[in-house]
């Protein structure tokens, strides 16, 4: 693959494949399409959800609601889940089988209790960047392919961004899996088309 083109691998963790704590179904297939991509890029990097255990965005944190339901938050909309991808719990490992020794970074993101973080590049109040753009900049990297976990979430968003820093960006959606919560994966491709990512079934 070219030196200008990076594979970002979103979010593969042991909470959103079966049995974890937020489980996508079907999460665990894509980790062998995921060792090969990786395989064929120069440029790699790995994004880890990575929670505090009392974070805002925990159904836990809010007793009079419940998981999946959507509260409003002082940055917009937010969806309550379960918690999943605490710091340093098996949960918010990555998968053990994931083979990229030559992943040059991986970034962890939602560690602020108050905000939460869908995106590799910016977190939910879309006003705190975790470095990734620059990141990228300073390798001179114009375009990306993703790929991971979950489609309608972090992957979708990380896209979104990715097209907002002025980068092309790619979803390779057999390398993907969705949570499609109330015909989230639906519009998550309307947003994602809308802002000019590709959509491609493989690579």
Not at 6 to 14: G, N, P, T
Not at 31 to 60: C, E, G, K, M, Y
Not at 69 to 79: D, F, L
Request: hydrophobic share 45%; charged share 15%; proline share 4%.
């Amino acid at each position: 693959m070219q030196n200008n083109v990076a594979l970002l691998v979103v979010d593969v963790q042991y909470d959103f494949c079966p049995g974890g704590a937020l489980a996508v179904s079907g999460g665990d297939e894509i980790v062998p399409v995921i060792n090969s991509l990786a395989s064929r890029f120069t440029h790699v990097v790995i994004t880890q959800d990575w929670h505090p255990p009392d974070h805002s965005s925990f159904a836990a944190s809010h007793p009079d609601h419940a998981a999946f339901e959507t509260i409003n938050m002082a940055y917009g909309p937010q969806t309550l889940w379960p918690t999943h991808c605490v710091m340093n719990s098996q949960g918010a490992g990555l998968h053990n089988a994931l083979e990229i020794p030559h992943a040059g970074l991986i970034i962890r993101k939602g560690s602020n209790k108050a905000v939460d973080s869908y995106s590799a590049f910016m977190e939910a109040d879309r006003k705190t960047r975790t470095g990734l753009d620059g990141y990228f900049a300073s390798r001179g990297i114009t375009e990306l392919y993703l790929c991971g976990l979950a489609t309608d979430y972090c992957v979708s968003w990380s896209a979104e961004d990715a097209t907002f820093f002025g980068l092309k960006a790619n979803v390779i959606e057999t390398a993907c899996r969705a949570i499609d919560l109330n015909g989230s994966l639906t519009a998550a491709w309307a947003r994602m088309a809308a802002a000019g990512v590709g959509r491609i079934a493989t690579l």
